[in-house]
């Protein structure tokens, strides 16, 4: 029999009946039980909102998040520490950012609509700041991510 992933690692069912109940990770058991009626209601509304939420939206939030990570990554928003440094750029991480959203915005151009524009922008300041970081550091940055059209 294989094996199925779980958040918690791989599992290897058993062919025996019942198991012993999941322990979390705080300890923790997990109860299996039927989400009570005001879940369920909390579930569709939540539902229905997203739903309602034209995709482009939803994809723009998404594209700017990945955006952020960018810039904190980076070290540019990220606040010093406690004796008031800077914290170093993580240029791999930084650039693993940049490269996800430039696939979204490049992949889905004009398809985002009215975001589209911010986004590029967005996406082209992210590139530089990349470039101005990496070439403030010692030289062992990675290479840069994909580079703004010209």
Known sequence: MSSLWTPSGEHQPSDQGPQAPQVGPAGEVAAERE??????????????????????DVIANHALGI????????????????????PAPNLPAAGLAIDAMAAIVDGLGD???VHALVLRDALTQAQMLFVEVSDESDGSAPPSPSAPPA
């Open 67 to 86: 955006w952020q990570l960018a810039l904190v990554h980076l070290g540019v928003i990220t606040p010093p520490d406690a004796d008031g440094r800077p």
């Open 111 to 113: 398809r985002l609509g």
């Open 35 to 56: 989400p009570t009626a005001e879940e369920v209601e909390a579930l569709r509304e939540v539902h229905a909102r997203l739903v309602a939420t034209p995709v482009e």
